[in-house]
């Protein structure tokens, strides 16, 4: 029903000079689509109000209002006469909207209330419209969206989950927002969060993994009080980046989640020694920013301190988890091998307080233009590892764009997992068997089948010498035909 809808707008956004990627796309839209939704609830919540005799005060109020300068109306229909457009447009939303909107951070009584999200979103966003006509036109097919229904909030998460995903594989900067679906889901099955569990992501990203949870979650049969639980007790996240804590707010929202428990803030900040019961969370679900270089004052709030920003957010989930809490983290596979302190470190501190349960080896290509190999590290708090069980995802094709992972390429994983049952894909060690001094975890399938031989030197030359010979024979055969 929308996608024509986000096809007019991508239509109209090819044609504005200040976007020019898709990482700007999914930013501004962000914003128009936030505020539509923003007023969609207040109606909703005015109508409410209405019906049980109380006053509504509204969030957004006075020329503010979508329906006053975005789409005024005149019985229902659009009143092109009060309707901004052109440089007073763009005048408008700069000098006047975002200001507006940007103060209710001041304002607001809390870091947890809709008015300070809408205070942090306007505050580090700008505007990058330069077109008001453009502008003007994003509107109007905007405001034809509506958020009122469970189906038509699920029908936008999917076609705004289709821009994330085409934002991470425009490259680098945009990769870091989106994990593939399939592996998120594949990560929930196995942890399997329960109503009345806290479930956090310190790298929160795109939110993907709060919004597959969310969805994993909610069933039809859900009473009032664990639906309440659902949508205000149990997503946690903080972000580091703008465009990310946007992106992962408004996902959220159209996922069905009214006002987000995502706080803008590097989680890496926090001292891990202070952390305190009360902060901590019944599940962990993450894929944490590789690389990195973390400045040396945010190092100091680590134990084992290293560069690598991967590193320092195990050290944070380690921490942020309740003993008996369960995680799921993505993390690159060098970390299982790498013989630095750091790294060995964190290896014994993992093993040491945790139960490192399960690890899935990704393949290739699994995270479209990252370039690296990763892993996936399924460990729960509070006992010490005794046996780990690994599992080498192979899919049997080369993954890209064209073929990505997908829910049936993980199926047998969710399936083998449950029992830790061994194959040609698995198998088990014990801690004990590892090197006492680097704790080597290297993924090395003692089923698979064995590699052919690499031919020698020598073979080789020979091979090349007589594929010489015989390609001279030919050449000499085709002279004496001319």
Request: hydrophobic share 40%.
């Amino acid at each position: 029903m929308y996608e024509n809808a986000f096809n007019s707008i991508e239509r109209e956004l090819r044609n504005e000079d200040g976007i020019a990627n898709e990482l700007d796309y999914v930013e501004q839209i962000s914003w128009v689509q936030f505020l539509k939704y923003l007023h969609d609830l207040e109606t909703e919540r005015r109508d409410r109000a209405e019906l049980d005799g109380e006053t509504y005060t509204p969030i957004i109020d006075g020329p503010f209002r979508w329906d006053r300068w975005a789409a005024p109306k005149i019985n229902g229909a659009f009143d092109h006469n009060k309707a901004l457009v052109g440089d007073d447009l763009i005048a408008f939303v700069d000098r006047e909207l975002f200001p507006y909107l940007g103060a209710f951070r001041g304002s607001a009584t809390g870091p947890k209330t809709i008015h300070y999200k809408i205070g942090e979103i306007f505050t580090e966003l700008r505007n990058k419209f330069r077109s008001g006509y453009i502008l003007r036109d994003v509107l109007e097919v905007v405001d034809s969206l509506s958020f009122n229904t469970q189906a038509q909030r699920h029908e936008l998460s999917q076609l705004y989950e289709t821009r994330i995903r085409r934002m991470g594989n425009a490259g680098r900067n945009g990769g870091e927002y989106y994990t593939p679906r399939p592996l998120i889901r594949a990560m929930i099955k196995v942890v399997g969060p329960k109503i009345g569990e806290t479930i956090y992501d310190g790298a929160v990203g795109s939110a993907g993994f709060l919004c597959e949870a969310y969805d994993y979650m909610r069933r039809d049969d859900l009473t009032a009080s664990e639906f309440e639980t659902l949508q205000t007790k149990t997503f946690f996240g903080q972000e580091k980046k703008s465009l990310a804590y946007i992106i992962g707010i408004m996902n959220m929202v159209l996922h069905g989640i009214e006002a987000p428990n995502i706080l803008h803030t590097n989680s890496l900040n926090e001292n891990v020694m202070d952390i305190q019961e009360k902060d901590r969370h019944d599940i962990i679900l993450a894929n944490p920013p590789f690389g990195g270089g973390e400045r040396r004052e945010v190092q100091q709030n680590f134990p084992i301190r290293t560069g690598e920003t991967a590193y320092l957010f195990l050290q944070h989930f380690i921490r942020k988890l309740r003993a008996g809490g369960r995680a799921a983290v993505v993390i690159k596979n060098t970390f299982l091998s790498n013989t630095d302190n750091a790294s060995v470190a964190l290896r014994r501190e993992l093993l040491t307080a945790c139960t490192l349960h399960t690890i899935l080896d990704c393949p290739q290509g699994t995270f479209q233009g990252a370039g690296v190999k990763t892993v996936v590290l399924f460990f729960e708090k509070g006992a010490p590892t005794r046996d780990i069980w690994f599992y080498q995802l192979d899919p049997g094709r080369s993954m890209g764009k064209t073929n990505p992972l997908n829910d049936d390429d993980l199926a047998e994983f969710v399936t083998l997992q449950k029992t830790f049952a061994e194959g040609p894909k698995s198998w088990r060690i014990a801690r004990a068997s590892l090197d006492a001094d680097t704790l080597d975890l290297s993924v090395k399938n003692p089923n698979g089948p064995e590699a052919a031989a690499l031919r020698s030197p020598e073979v080789i030359i020979a091979n090349m010498l007589a594929r010489d010979a015989e390609t001279a024979e030919i050449l000499e055969s085709i002279r004496g035909m001319l």
